[in-house]
């Protein structure tokens, strides 16, 4: 089975930098992504990591550990649209997704 | 726009009755997945076609079964239809190793 664990709500402000932790437990991984998703909305790709290390893409950054079953995705500069829930999901072979049940993170001004 | 096309956007039933839901996948794409997420939860997996074969099933209830066709679209199948199904139902589709990509969504309510 698989085990997705990050905290349910964050709270960051506006210009800041936020980070959001995602913790698993998994065999046959095969790979890790972070999606956003506003509100009753679809969820839309931000990145992944396959290998271990820091993958950069903007603001927004992805690291993982394979060793540790840990991932972190780093907002910076923060802009009110980021407010949404952002979704940490392990792939295994036959690239299913099982994801995580998604930290909501808040921006204030 | 990710280029997976779900219909109808909006669907309202009563509980006890069947209905079915579309997806056309993301063109070239040869993998659906359907997704359950219920109000404030996370995304669940249902179930995985690929080329018209199912792939991979996740905690799927009985009374749903999914299909896909030669032309790659797919339908779910939602029957015998309980209060506790109201949820949006997500269709994505991903090339082989690729990022899956989500359609908009069907929002169910069962009354």
């Known amino acids: 089975g698989q085990n997705i664990d990050q905290p349910t709500e964050m709270t960051a402000t506006e210009g800041a930098i936020v980070q959001i932790n995602c913790t698993y437990q998994t065999s046959g991984f095969n790979g890790l992504f972070w999606y956003q998703q506003h509100a009753g909305e679809a969820p839309t790709f931000l990145s992944y990591?396959?290998?271990?290390g820091l993958e950069e893409k903007g603001r927004f950054s992805s690291f993982l550990s394979r060793s540790k079953g840990y991932s972190y995705l780093l907002l910076k500069e923060l802009q009110m649209k980021d407010s949404a829930s952002y979704l940490c999901a392990v792939r295994r072979a036959g690239n299913m997704l099982t994801f995580g049940g998604g930290t909501r993170l808040m921006v204030k001004p | 726009d990710s280029g997976v096309t779900q219909t109808p956007k909006h669907l309202i039933t009563a509980t006890g009755q069947r209905v079915t839901l579309r997806c056309s996948p993301r063109s070239g794409d040869l993998s659906v997945y359907w997704y359950q997420q219920s109000l404030d939860q996370g995304l669940q997996f249902l179930i995985q076609y690929y080329n018209g074969e199912e792939r991979a099933k996740g905690n799927i209830l009985e009374r749903f079964s999914a299909q896909q066709f030669p032309d790659l679209h797919s339908e779910l199948n939602l029957s015998s239809l309980e209060l506790g199904d109201s949820a949006l139902y997500f269709c994505?589709?991903?090339?082989?190793?690729?990022?899956?990509?989500f359609g908009n969504g069907t929002r169910l309510t069962v009354t």
């Open positions: 994505a589709s991903s090339g082989a190793n690729s990022p899956l990509h």
């Open positions: 990591n396959v290998l271990d």
